[in-house]
């Protein structure tokens, strides 16, 4: 058990060290990345198990730093540090059930941060078995959500969250290849 808790708090830390966010709050060039925020993942699980509740904070914790570092790295979007936000998402939080479901909330971050899009990811848990990990883009000039994916998970566990977040960036990316203003 200590082996696992070490090699978790690692590719934790590693997973952190590749992340290098944008910290610039320009407005995106002609021609260049489109600024993005990823704010933190949020959990819908209506059958809350306190034997996995901790384990899954420590996913949705990964997931997101997993999901910014591809973004970045894969160079889909100018990801932007969205920490400068914290205060302004935990007062919406706590107005808010679920960001995501909160336009409002999106673009005021957004705004905040001088960002051209919110990502707003969340998990829903159907079961232990049967999850489902969304994402939802939120376009702050032109006011409305511009992009909405969601990608299966089997089984709630570290390897089926990793492979769901890989997975969702490898497919917008392929799908930007076909056609530049995927996910935009």
């Known amino acids: 058990m200590k082996r696992r808790a070490w090699i978790e708090c690692f590719s934790t830390v590693a997973l952190g060290i590749a992340w290098h966010p944008v910290r610039s709050q320009q ?3 002609p021609g260049s990345l489109r600024s993005l925020a990823v704010l933190d993942f949020e959990l819908e699980d209506d059958h809350e198990n306190p034997l996995t509740k901790a384990a899954q904070e420590l996913r949705l914790a990964r997931a997101g730093t997993q999901l910014r570092s591809e973004l970045a790295a894969r160079q889909l979007y100018r990801v932007v540090d969205e920490t400068s936000s914290a205060s302004l998402q935990r007062t919406l ?15 005021q971050v957004g705004v905040q941060l001088g960002v051209d899009l919110v990502m ?29 994916k969601s990608v299966d998970m089997r089984g709630n566990n570290d390897e089926s969250w990793t492979r769901a977040v890989s997975y969702l960036v490898r497919d917008i990316a392929e799908r930007r290849e076909r056609n530049p203003r995927y996910g935009q």
């Open 27 to 29: 407005d995106s060039q």
């Open 93 to 107: 939080r706590s107005q808010q059930a679920f960001l995501y479901r909160c336009d409002d909330c999106a673009e």
């Open 120 to 148: 707003t990811p969340w998990v829903q848990k159907v079961s232990e078995l049967i999850l489902n990990l969304n994402v939802q883009i939120h376009d702050i000039k032109a006011d409305k959500v511009a992009f909405t």
